[in-house]
């Protein structure tokens, strides 16, 4: 989603910010832009697309010595992705960026308007630029006039603004939206995550809601809460795969060693949790968006067998306007890869109003979700380039599997025999993600077969089921085709009338959970012509086609090589279409608005 860099010092201001824009690609954007303000002149470039767009349409610029600078990757939300929409948006004298959504822009835009303000583009943000402008008018100082606009504003947002009239600072606000100043004692970099100051600066502020300021070279010591910032710049490469999400799906068995690593001890769980953690628990309530929330579906099943402890599973955007019961002894766990996602963060915020021990089962050290969780256990999967989640998704049912069972270690509710069992079944589970070469190749040539149709069913049955709608979410994402996942059993309860010969039924059939229900399933879709294509271990004459997977001996491992499985089929498939599979068109990656 979009993203923000600003930068105060002597380099190249142009280099610095397209250098920091490039560290935001990945997370998705339309269109970009950069505004630089060096020896009193303010120049700003805009373009639709991709940054080589905009590395071209200013390529030509330079400006020398000290300035300050600002850029943007922008993800539409209120106007299409034209390049007038794109940021950063100006006035007479100044420019902005800015990340959010700002609730009340129509009203404000109304005013101006009024009194004969002129708005070029149809987004929210252009009005605090002109606000601004105009509350510099009637306020004797910068900072009055900045904290006045920032007042008027309803809605969630990370701002930088930076004026001629105030030429060696950048005003900043943050709401709901993530922002971080960091500083090498040279410089003063910002930016809305911590990838790209990685390597730049060796102390970082995390803003906080509410926080409101400006920057100049030397007010970076006056921040609360500095902290030291190590680590040199990884660039992730694609290291010969085509895309980083092929590169994703192939590392899965590596990473999730990084998730179990120092957390089975002695053939049972033990997680960075306090030993009374689990003491006064009763129940847990898991919140998450799309595929973390699928991983949190596929943890309910797992809580509820192993631990025997009711668990319900919301999506994020959900749960918080529906008045939600909370109930004090529950464990509120948010599921979260980026750590940023606006809707899984706020609904993380009302839980611990309401007092709830919250938990974050998060990818990213420091981001607002794990700052914000009164405990967190990181999944350690590694940055996630590909927009469509995979390692992420991996590593977070591994993680809340663990959780499963280390919950039913303290309530007592499996044996110790079969705890055993289930620390083999993980370290099996590990091999389950290793791909192999010839189910690729197998997968690489049936894609061909799977391009037309009107649809695709993705059927699973308890655990499978969620593996179903993540197989599907996976295809809709990058192969723009239409997916839908459901419960085996469900089919005769309505999409069933969807079946005819131009439907495709992907089927997960494992050996050892209800093997029989789920081919019972399959079969009524197959009666009607559907073509069906199976995951399992043994050949079934229900199937059209049959990717067998490895033998294993538990339902976990079965779940894990068919994940693999359906990562790929929707990567060949979307290959083959020609699609963009690392950056699919409309998507972003952290979703920090509502
Ligand atoms: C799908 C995908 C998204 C995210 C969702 C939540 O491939 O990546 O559905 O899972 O936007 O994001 P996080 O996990 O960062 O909270």
Known sequence: MCGIIGYIGNKEKKEVVLDGLRELEYRGYDSAGISILSNDVLSTFKTTGKLINLEVKCKDFKSSGFGVAIGH???????????????????????????????????????????????????????????????????????????????????????????????DKIFYAKNGSPLLIGSNGDEIYFASS?????????????????????????????????????????????????????????????????????????????????????????????????????AGLSAKYLFEREAKIKTDVFIASEFRYAEPIIEKDSLFIVVSQSGETADTLEALKLANKNGLKTLAICNVDSSSIVREAKYYLLTRAGVEKGVASTKAFSSQVMLLWM????????????????????????????EATKVNSCIHDKLKKLSKRYLHGHGFFFIGRDIFYPLALEGALKLKEISYLHAEGYPGGEMKHGPIALADSELFCVSLMPKHLLYDKIKNNTQELSARDATICIIAQEYNEVADDVVFIDKFDSYMEEFFAMMIVLQILALEIA???????????????????E
């Not at 959504?101 to 404000?108: A, G, H, M, T, V």
């Not at 400006?214 to 992730?236: A, R």
Request: with cysteine; aromatic share 6%.
């Open 403 to 430: 959780l499963g069972i280390y919950m039913a270690q303290h309530k007592k509710t499996i044996s110790n025999e079969k705890i055993k069992i289930q620390v083999d079944n993980i370290s099996n589970s590990l």
């Open 73 to 167: 990757t922008r993800w539409a939300t209120h106007g299409k992705a034209t390049e007038i929409n794109a940021h950063p948006h100006f006035g007479e004298v100044s420019s902005v960026v800015h990340n959010g959504i700002i609730e009340n822009f129509l009203d404000i835009k109304k005013q101006l308007e009024s009194r004969e303000k002129v708005f070029l583009s149809q987004t929210d943000t252009e009005v605090i630029v002109h606000l601004f402008e105009e509350n510099l008018s009637i306020c004797s100082n910068h900072i009055k006039a900045f904290k006045k606009t920032i007042d008027s504003l309803i809605g969630s947002y990370a701002i930088l603004l930076i004026t001629k009239s105030a030429p």
């Open 575 to 593: 290959i083959r279409l020609g699609n963009d599979v690392d950056m699919p068109r409309n998507l972003a990656k952290s979703v920090t608005v």
């Open 194 to 294: 911590s990838t790209p100051l990685i390597g730049l600066v060796d102390r970082v502020c995390y803003l906080e809601d509410g926080d409101v300021g400006y920057m100049d070279i030397s007010s970076f010591d006056n921040l609360k809460n500095i902290q030291p910032m190590s680590g040199e710049k990884i660039s992730s490469q694609k290291e010969g795969y085509r895309y980083f999400m092929e590169k994703e799906i192939y590392e899965q068995h590596k990473i999730l060693k990084d998730t179990i690593r120092g957390r089975i001890l002695d053939d049972s769980i033990n997680l960075e949790l306090p030993a009374d953690f689990i003491d006064g628990i009763n129940k847990v309530s898991i919140c998450a968006c799309g595929t973390s929330y699928h």
